[in-house]
Nanobody
Framework: EVQLVESGGGLVQAGGSLRLSCATS????????IGWFRQAPGKQREGISY????????YYADFVKGRFAISSDNAKNAVFLQMNSLKPEDTAVYYC????????????????????WGQGTQVTVSS
């Protein structure tokens, strides 16, 4: 059974930092892409970042480039998201995700159609 459990969210002032963690089980980082997306109230999911299992390359959405960094600890089956220079518009529930990279490409990288995700962790950035 695939499980993903996020932690590390909270309330932070604009310009501050948070580090999200995701504990995973039930799958291998060698076979599945792992990443993060977010969803704000009334908005669609926004893909943030993921790690390509085929070559280890990393994708970042334009709106987080230079501010967020994804990393993983394969030995501990954990993935992290370091978020710096946070802005009020970053306020959302953040989700850790695991998905078939090939299926993701076939679905035009549609984050609404990924395979597994956790319960989410709230990030609130005050101005």
């Amino acid at each position: 059974e695939v499980q993903l459990v996020e932690s590390g969210g909270g309330l932070v002032q604009a310009g501050g930092s948070l580090r999200l963690s995701c504990a995973t089980s039930g799958f291998s980082f060698d076979d599945w892409a792992i990443g993060w997306f977010r969803q704000a109230p009334g908005k669609q999911r926004e893909g943030i970042s993921y790690i390509n299992p085929e070559d280890g390359s990393i994708y970042y959405a334009d709106f987080v480039k230079g501010r967020f960094a994804i990393s993983s600890d394969n030995a501990k089956n954990a993935v992290f998201l370091q978020m710096n220079s946070l802005k009020p518009e970053d306020t959302a529930v953040y989700y850790c995700a695991a998905f078939s990279y090939r299926d993701f490409l076939a679905r035009d990288e549609n984050w609404e159609m990924i395979d597994y995700w956790g319960q989410g962790t709230q990030v609130t950035v005050s101005s």
